[in-house]
C-alpha cells in the first residue's frame, strides 16, 4: 500500500490514542531474576493447580462462560460483607480502569491524579480526552493529601484516583485521610488497593457504608499471585455498581480465571503464608539497602521497594540484567529521578539481587 495512503488510513484512528506511547515492560529471559513487575513470586501450590486442571477439564471449551461471572461476584460479596450488587469483576484491574473512564471521563472531565503514581490511569484518562489534574507529591515523595483534597473539593472534578499503597513509590495513605477525601469529595473516588495485603492500613473497604461516592480496586496479580490469569474486581455501592455493570463488555472474564479466583479466596492459608513471606522479603531488601553506602531507600508497605543510588539509574539498571537481575527503570517519571523499584522475589532472588547490586557498585564507585 502507497504510504500516503497508509497515513490517510492511519490518521482515521483518534489523535488521543496516535500520540500514546505504547505499554511496554521489556522482555525478560528465562533465567532471568525477575524483579521488575511486583509479581508474586510463588506459583501456586502443585496441589491446587492440578485440582484446578482437573475442573478444567471438564469445562466445554465451545460455550460462553456467563455473561459477567456471578459466582466470583457473589464469592467475594461473602468474603467481603457487602451486600448482593456491591461487587464487579473485570480481566484484571486495568480492565477495570478502562470501564471506569469509559463511565466517568469524556472530552474535559476533570480527574485529580496524584503523583507519581501508577502511570495507566493518566494515558487511560488522556485516551478518553479527559482533563489530568495533577497534584505533586511532598519531598518525600509522599503523595500531598492537603491539596488532592482541595482539588477534589472542586464540584468539576469528577473522579480522583489514589493508589494506596501506591506503585511505583511504596508509600501508602492514612485511613483518616481517604475518609478526608471521601467526605470532602462531590465527584467520585477511586481507591487502588492493589498492594493492600502487604500494608498495616485498613481497607477502605470499611468506608463504603458511609460513602456512596467511593469505589475501591482490588487485584488477584500481587498478593493473590495470580498475575497470568487476570481478576481484578470494584466495590462499591450497589447502585453506582449496577450503572457500571452496563459498561462491562460480556463474558470479559473466562471460565477458567474465575474458578481459579474463588479456589483462592477458599484459601486464606495460602495467601497469608505468601504475605508473610513478602513481608519478610521487602524488608530484608530495605535494611540490605540501607546497609549500602551512597543508596537511599523510600519505606516500603507494598512487596517492592523504591531505591536511589549515587549512580544514574538507566545504568544502574542495564548492569543489573548483564547480570541476570532485571528490576524497573522509572525513567518515565520525572519525580522519581535516579530511582529503581525493585520487587521482593523468593530468598534467593533477593540475595542475587542484592549480590549484584553490591557488584555492580563497588567496580563503579
Ligand atoms: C497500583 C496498581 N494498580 C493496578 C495494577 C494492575 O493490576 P492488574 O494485574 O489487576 O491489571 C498494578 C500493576 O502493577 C498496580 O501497580
Known amino acids: 500500500m502507497p504510504v500516503l495512503a497508509m497515513e490517510r488510513l492511519v490518521k482515521l484512528i483518534r489523535s488521543e490514542i496516535r500520540s500514546e506511547k505504547p505499554y511496554l515492560v521489556g522482555e525478560?529471559?528465562?533465567?532471568?531474576?525477575?524483579?521488575?513487575?511486583?509479581?508474586?513470586?510463588?506459583?501456586?501450590?502443585?496441589?491446587?493447580?492440578?485440582?484446578?486442571?482437573?475442573?478444567?477439564?471438564?469445562i466445554p471449551f465451545n460455550r460462553y462462560p456467563a455473561s459477567q461471572?456471578?459466582?466470583?461476584?457473589?464469592?467475594?460479596?461473602?468474603?467481603?460483607?457487602?451486600?448482593?450488587?456491591?461487587?464487579?469483576?473485570g480481566n484484571g484491574s486495568n480492565d477495570l480502569t478502562q470501564t471506569l473512564a469509559l463511565c466517568f471521563v469524556s472530552t474535559g472531565?476533570?480527574?485529580?491524579?496524584?503523583?507519581?503514581?501508577?502511570?495507566?490511569?493518566?494515558?487511560?484518562?488522556?485516551?478518553?480526552?479527559?482533563?489530568?489534574?495533577?497534584?505533586?507529591?511532598?519531598?518525600?515523595?509522599?503523595?500531598?493529601?492537603?491539596?488532592?483534597?482541595?482539588?477534589?473539593?472542586?464540584?468539576?472534578?469528577?473522579?480522583?484516583i489514589v493508589a494506596?499503597?501506591?506503585?511505583?513509590?511504596g508509600l501508602s495513605v492514612s485511613f483518616d485521610a481517604?475518609?478526608?477525601?471521601c467526605k470532602s469529595s462531590p465527584g467520585f473516588v477511586v481507591i487502588d488497593e492493589a498492594y493492600h495485603e502487604?500494608?498495616?492500613?485498613?481497607?477502605?473497604?470499611?468506608?463504603?457504608?458511609?460513602?456512596?461516592?467511593?469505589?475501591?480496586?482490588?487485584?488477584?496479580?500481587?498478593?493473590?499471585?495470580?498475575?497470568?490469569?487476570?481478576?481484578?474486581y470494584l466495590l462499591g455501592h450497589s447502585r453506582v455498581m449496577s450503572e457500571i455493570l452496563k459498561a462491562r463488555l460480556p463474558f470479559m472474564v473466562d471460565r477458567f480465571s474465575e474458578i481459579t479466583a474463588i479456589a483462592l479466596v477458599k484459601r486464606p492459608d495460602v495467601i497469608a503464608e505468601r504475605v508473610q513471606l513478602l513481608k519478610q522479603g521487602t524488608a530484608h531488601l530495605t535494611d540490605e539497602l540501607k546497609s549500602q553506602p551512597g543508596v537511599s531507600v523510600i519505606p516500603s508497605t507494598t512487596n517492592f521497594v523504591l531505591f536511589r543510588t549515587e549512580m544514574n539509574g538507566g545504568t544502574?539498571?542495564?548492569?543489573?540484567?548483564?547480570?541476570?537481575?532485571?528490576?524497573?527503570?522509572?525513567?518515565?517519571?520525572?519525580?522519581?529521578?535516579?530511582?529503581?523499584?525493585?520487587?521482593?522475589?523468593?530468598?534467593?532472588?533477593?540475595?542475587?539481587?542484592?549480590?549484584?547490586?553490591?557488584?555492580?557498585?563497588?567496580?563503579?564507585?
Open 316 to 365: 544502574l539498571a542495564e548492569k543489573l540484567t548483564q547480570k541476570g537481575v532485571v528490576v524497573r527503570k522509572l525513567s518515565s517519571y520525572p519525580e522519581l529521578n535516579g530511582y529503581l523499584r525493585v520487587s521482593s522475589g523468593t530468598e534467593s532472588e533477593n540475595k542475587a539481587f542484592i549480590t549484584a547490586l553490591k557488584l555492580v557498585l563497588k567496580v563503579d564507585a
Open 164 to 169: 494506596s499503597p501506591n506503585n511505583p513509590t
Open 198 to 232: 502487604f500494608c498495616p492500613n485498613p481497607s477502605s473497604i470499611s468506608l463504603l457504608d458511609k460513602y456512596p461516592n467511593l469505589i475501591v480496586m482490588r487485584t488477584f496479580s500481587k498478593a493473590f499471585g495470580l498475575a497470568g490469569i487476570r481478576i481484578g
Open 178 to 181: 481517604i475518609e478526608r477525601l
Open 109 to 160: 472531565t476533570r480527574v485529580v491524579l496524584p503523583r507519581p503514581m501508577f502511570a495507566l490511569y493518566e494515558s487511560v484518562v488522556r485516551m478518553h480526552s479527559g482533563e489530568i489534574v495533577p497534584i505533586a507529591p511532598l519531598k518525600s515523595l509522599d503523595f500531598d493529601i492537603d491539596r488532592i483534597i482541595e482539588a477534589a473539593s472542586d464540584p468539576n472534578v469528577a473522579l480522583t
Open 28 to 58: 525478560t529471559g528465562e533465567r532471568d531474576c525477575k524483579l521488575n513487575q511486583n509479581e508474586c513470586p510463588f506459583d501456586l501450590p502443585h496441589e491446587i493447580k492440578s485440582e484446578l486442571l482437573t475442573r478444567f477439564e471438564q
Open 69 to 89: 461471572p456471578f459466582e466470583l461476584m457473589s464469592v467475594l460479596e461473602q468474603h467481603h460483607k457487602l451486600q448482593e450488587g456491591s461487587v464487579l469483576v
